[in-house]
Each structure stands twice: as structure tokens, then as C-alpha cells.
């Protein structure tokens, strides 16, 4: 039976791809998606999924919080979905 290994830690203790489960997580809050579907649909354009711009001005100033960090406003326009948050997030956070 092969090893499982073990997962990767950033500097600030946190697993590697525990940001997608947590911003999965804020946006079914602020949103009223359900998780499932809102991880189902990651690639799907906010608008799609019913997320207008104002619940995601709320869903990316809860993740600064959460993360402490900062999205730059020019970043703001490349986020199209969910993956592009993810991603976003994981760059803000090696910095």
C-alpha cells in the first residue's frame, strides 16, 4: 500500500488548499449557495451563479480578513469565478 504525503505547509502553518475550502466557505455565507454547488461550479462566471457585484465586493473584503491580505483594485477585474479567487489568494498569500 502506498504512503500518503503528508501535505504541504506554508510559512504561516496553514495547509496548502485549505484557502479553497475556507473561500468555498465564506461565499455559501455571504451568498446563500450551498458549498456542494458553489465547488461544482468553480469555473462558472459569478453572474452565472448568481453572485452580483455587490455580494462579491462582500465576499473579497471578508477574505482580506480572513487571510490578511489585500486584493488590489486592479486585480479585482480579472475575477471571474471562483478558481480565479482561489488562485488570486494563493499568489496574495506567497507574498
Known sequence: MAK???A???A????VGDERKEII???SKLAKI???TIDKNSGMHFTESGIDS??????IFEIENKFN?????DSLVTIKSVDDLVKL???LRKK
Open 54 to 59: 455587490f455580494a462579491l465586493v462582500e465576499i
Open 25 to 27: 466557505n465564506i461565499i
Open 69 to 73: 491580505i489585500n486584493i488590489p483594485q
Open 89 to 91: 489568494v494563493k499568489v
Open 8 to 10: 504541504k505547509k506554508q
Open 4 to 6: 500518503e504525503k503528508p
Open 12 to 15: 504561516s502553518g496553514d495547509i
Open 34 to 36: 450551498a458549498e456542494e
